[in-house]
Structure formats: structure tokens, C-alpha cells
């Protein structure tokens, strides 16, 4: 994710803390001022904000090392002020394999919250909880708060909602009985009733249940969206979107050159080539940021993305559409017999979807 800072790595998954996190901390520090608190107390509210981040790498973390037991890799974990983000190559498909994955997350939180449990002494009664709690963290109250964040975190992301982990254990054990895509419609539209309830209930008392319920809308459609174009698609290969049509520039070509080509033509992004071998592709964004950065007469080799993706042409086209969707790819270059015979993106898949559903509506409405 871009504006990321790289941590390191865990278990060979990069770690990256987004740089609006720094904006999280200048807030807390800010807060703190303004009640009154005293350097030590902000110290510890800052702390206790690192803590809770820490928490989330750890949820985060949960998911990718068991969908690594099931082969499904972690690309990276990004920690954001809003919470964290692990970007997995792939969504389980088996039912008992979604089930374990998302679970694991909660599992860490209601672990850390038993684990704390048992060296603090837990208020026995509300009013003696409140009473801690009523004057910030601070040292006697660091690890009560730290368990009840924990707590809060497992719970929130139990709701059975997309995009919370709820929502894909309920997905999952729906699937058990039902097509993916059915099981999708049916547990995105519980959340989306759930979210409609947030809302309301967010005009009489918490404004940011307001936020969460609209969140959960839009996650939850693109969720459902994304599961039934996936089902639609199954049954077709690469082959049957594969663009034969495709611009290519050479590599040896200036910026300049790329920018005629966009500007008069219908093409966004282009193959670069060098002596006939596929070199890079290149976009209308890395186009624009190239010219603003170096001028247009830099050559296209050294504005190209060299990162290369490459699928065969008998490629089930609802795993590509899975791998472009998740990780916003927007040219894929496709082989026959490793031999590069053409290109495939975003715009040609979806064109192919919205004709198909054009046509199977029309199939039915003739039936």
C-alpha cells in the first residue's frame, strides 16, 4: 500500500504501518492536552494505543498462518488507523478452510483476553470497573483496558457482517449447504440488515455507528457482488477474453511517445517490449506520474512496471477475475505454451460479465 513504512517481517509476511498512523498519534497526544493529562499520562495513553495495534497485528497474523496451512500465502499486513489489512493471494473456497481462517483472528483476541485474565484482578462488580476505568489509562489500569480491548475486538469482528470476520464464518458455515454464491447473497444481506440497525441507532446515540453501518452496506455488496461474478465466470477460461488487439511500445521510446498513443487511442495501458520480448507494461497513471516527475522525454523503460503477471490462456477465468479483483492488476499478460499470445484486464472482464448477464436476462425473460 503506498505512503507504507516496512516493519520487517513475520514468518516471511512483510509487515507495513501506513503513514496516516502517525496522524493517530499526534490526535491521542492532542486529546490528552486538551483534558488536562500530564506527560506521564499521555505516555501511557500512547502506549496503550502501540498495545492495541499490536493486537491488531497479532488478529491479523492469526488469519495468515492458518491460511498458510491451507497453502494460501499472505502478500503483506499493513497496520492502519482504522485497524489492520492482510492481503492474502487468495480467499479460501473450502467451507471448513474460510471457517478456521476467519475464526483465527477472534480466537487471538479472546486468547489475549484469558491470557491477561489470569494475572490481573477483574473488577467483580460494574461500579468497580467504571471507577478504574473513569480516570484514563494509566498504570494500575493498563492491562484491564488491554483485556477489554481485546474483548471488544473479538465480539465486533464475530458481527455477522461482511467485511468482518463473522460475515465469512457465517458464509462458511452456510456453504456447507448451499452454492459459495448463495451462501455470499444470503449472509451479506444479514449484515446489511444488521448495518441498516446500526445506522438507525446511530442517529439517537453513537454518531460512528452511523460509519460502521454504511461500511458494512458497501463491503457487504462488493462482497456479494464479487462472489456471484466469480460463479458466472466459472465455467469460462482466459481464452474466452483473451485480447489479441493489444498496443505495444517499445521500451527504447520516450514518454512522449506514450502519451500520443493514449491520448488517440481508446488504450489505458500498453505492453512494452525490447527486441520482441515482453519487458513491462505500462499505464495511464504511470504514464502521468512519470511525466510529472521527469519530464516526457525519459524513456518508457524506466517508467514501466517490470512486475510482470503472467496466466495461461486454459486459466479458469473466475480464479483470474479473483487475482485481478484482489489485487487491483490492471494488464495481465497471457501465455499459450509459454508463449505470450496476448492481454487480458479489469474493463475487458467486467464488459464480458455485464454482456453475459445482459443476454442470460434476456434468455429468461424469452423462456
Not at 170 to 194: D, E, M, N, P, Y
Not at 288 to 299: C, V, Y
Not at 328 to 338: A, F, R, S
Request: overall charge neutral; glycine content about 6%; proline content about 2%.
Amino acid at each position: 500500500m503506498k505512503g507504507s513504512l516496512k516493519l520487517g517481517k513475520i514468518a516471511g509476511i512483510g509487515i507495513f504501518i501506513h503513514w496516516t498512523f502517525s496522524i493517530l498519534i499526534a490526535f491521542v497526544l492532542f486529546l490528552n492536552y486538551k483534558t488536562g493529562y500530564n506527560a506521564l499520562q499521555s505516555g501511557w495513553t500512547v502506549l496503550f494505543v502501540l498495545a492495541i495495534f499490536a493486537t491488531v497485528l497479532l488478529h491479523e497474523l492469526g488469519h495468515a498462518l492458518v491460511a498458510k496451512k491451507y497453502n494460501i500465502e499472505t502478500k503483506d499486513i499493513t497496520l492502519l488507523p482504522i485497524g489492520g489489512l492482510a492481503r492474502l493471494e487468495r480467499l479460501p473456497e473450502k467451507p471448513i478452510e474460510e471457517l478456521f481462517v476467519a475464526a483465527a483472528g477472534p480466537l487471538v483476541n479472546i486468547a489475549l483476553a484469558i491470557i491477561i485474565s489470569v494475572f490481573i484482578q477483574v473488577p467483580e462488580t460494574s461500579r468497580d470497573l467504571l471507577s478504574q476505568l473513569s480516570n484514563g489509562v494509566n498504570a494500575t489500569n493498563f492491562f484491564l483496558n488491554f483485556l477489554i480491548v481485546n474483548l471488544w475486538l473479538a465480539l465486533f469482528n464475530l458481527i455477522p457482517a461482511f467485511p468482518m470476520d463473522g460475515g465469512r464464518i457465517l458464509r462458511a458455515l452456510l456453504s456447507f449447504k448451499l452454492k459459495r454464491h448463495v451462501a455470499t447473497k444470503i449472509a451479506a444481506r444479514v449484515g446489511q440488515l444488521l448495518a441498516i440497525g446500526f445506522v438507525i441507532l446511530g442517529f439517537f446515540s453513537n454518531p460512528f455507528l452511523i460509519f460502521i453501518g454504511l461500511f458494512v452496506i458497501y463491503g457487504a455488496q462488493m462482497e456479494s457482488e464479487q462472489a456471484e461474478a466469480k460463479f458466472m465466470l466459472k465455467e469460462y477460461t482466459v481464452r474466452d477474453v483473451l485480447m489479441k488487439n493489444y498496443q505495444a511500445i517499445d521500451a527504447n521510446q520516450t514518454i512522449e511517445t506514450a502519451i500520443t498513443l493514449l491520448l488517440d487511442s481508446q488504450n489505458k495501458s500498453f505492453v512494452v517490449t525490447q527486441d520482441k520480448d515482453v519487458v513491462g507494461t505500462l499505464n495511464r497513471d504511470e504514464i502521468i506520474i512519470a511525466l510529472a516527475n521527469k519530464g516526457e522525454n525519459q524513456t518508457i523503460s524506466s517508467a514501466m512496471n517490470k512486475n510482470l503477471i503472467f496466466v495461461d490462456v486454459n486459466t479458469p477465468l473466475g480464479n483470474v477475475f479473483e487475482q485481478i479483483y484482489g489485487n487491483k492488476l490492471n494488464l495481465i499478460l497471457v501465455t499459450e505454451n509459454e508463449k505470450f499470445i496476448g492481454t487480458l484486464d479489469t474493463e475487458n472482464i467486467l464488459e464480458f460479465i455485464l454482456i453475459k448477464e445482459v443476454k442470460t436476462k434476456k434468455a429468461d425473460a424469452n423462456f
